[in-house]
T-cell receptor, first 114, second 116 residues
Framework: SAVISQKPSRDICQRGTSLTIQCQVD?????MFWYRQQPGQSLTLIAT?????????ESGFVIDKFPISRPNLTFSTLTVSNMSPEDSSIYLC???????????FGPGTRLTVL | AQSVTQLGSHVSVSEGALVLLRCNYS??????LFWYVQYPNQGLQLLLK??????LVKGINGFEAEFKKSETSFHLTKPSAHMSDAAEYFC??????????????FGSGTRLLVRP
């Protein structure tokens, strides 16, 4: 399975600011995914990021709020813009595995917005 | 559309007792099914998966799950709970999206508590 790292592992931010989360994989992957896990909740897919194309966002998530970059096959960033306390969540990136429909997850970024 | 239902947001067992975490799915096509575990302050780790073939799937840490098409279930079991099994467990089903892409749909999760 791929080794995935995320930076930062956690952060406390003021409302109105933005935070960029980095996701690094130790192998080349085509598909990367970004999820949000609100406190005590399950995972919700934010968007799918394929290298060389615009990210595809799920219903309820927009590019202005969650811009995503995917400059190469091993790296992606998710920015949480103009943050409010409701954005306090764990943000996780994942990558496709070798087997069909399989995903491996990074350790997550725990964000608290004051 | 695919969906996943996990019965019981919290399950409490004694150390050494059987662990049973329930997962039912709905899918209009043969599903791919997964169980993930999330330990406190960590990301998700793949426990096991069912794609095709044998319906009893063995995973890491002594866990296994059985795909029962007639019951649309994929329950997770472990014969003897260990204190280190205390975590949040998520069942997931994959959903086809477009020609070759897919998404994972997660259940709401079950928190396993292990009593000494």
């Amino acid at each position: 399975s791929a080794v995935i790292s995320q930076k930062p592992s956690r952060d406390i931010c003021q409302r109105g600011t933005s935070l960029t989360i980095q996701c690094q994989v130790d192998s080349q992957v085509t598909m990367m995914f970004w999820y949000r896990q609100q406190p005590g909740q399950s995972l919700t897919l934010i968007a799918t990021a394929n290298q060389g194309s615009e990210a595809t966002y799920e219903s309820g998530f927009v590019i202005d709020k969650f811009p995503i970059s995917r400059p190469n096959l091993t790296f992606s960033t998710l920015t949480v813009s103009n943050m409010s306390p409701e954005d306090s969540s764990i943000y996780l990136c994942s990558v496709e595995g070798e087997l069909v429909n399989e995903q491996f997850f990074g350790p997550g970024t725990r964000l608290t917005v004051l | 559309a695919q969906s996943v239902t996990q019965l019981g947001s919290h399950v409490s067992v004694s150390e050494g007792a059987l662990v049973l975490l329930r997962c039912n799915y709905s899918s209009s096509v043969p599903p791919y099914l997964f169980w993930y575990v999330q330990y406190p302050n960590q990301g998700l780790q793949l426990l096991l998966k069912y794609t095709t073939g044998a319906t009893l799937v063995k995973g890491i840490n002594g866990f296994e799950a059985e795909f029962k098409k007639s019951e649309t279930s994929f329950h997770l079991t472990k014969p003897s709970a260990h204190m280190s099994d205390a975590a949040e467990y998520f069942c997931a089903v994959s959903r086809q999206w477009g020609d070759s892409s897919y998404k994972l749909i997660f259940g709401s999760g079950t928190r396993l508590l292990v009593r000494p």
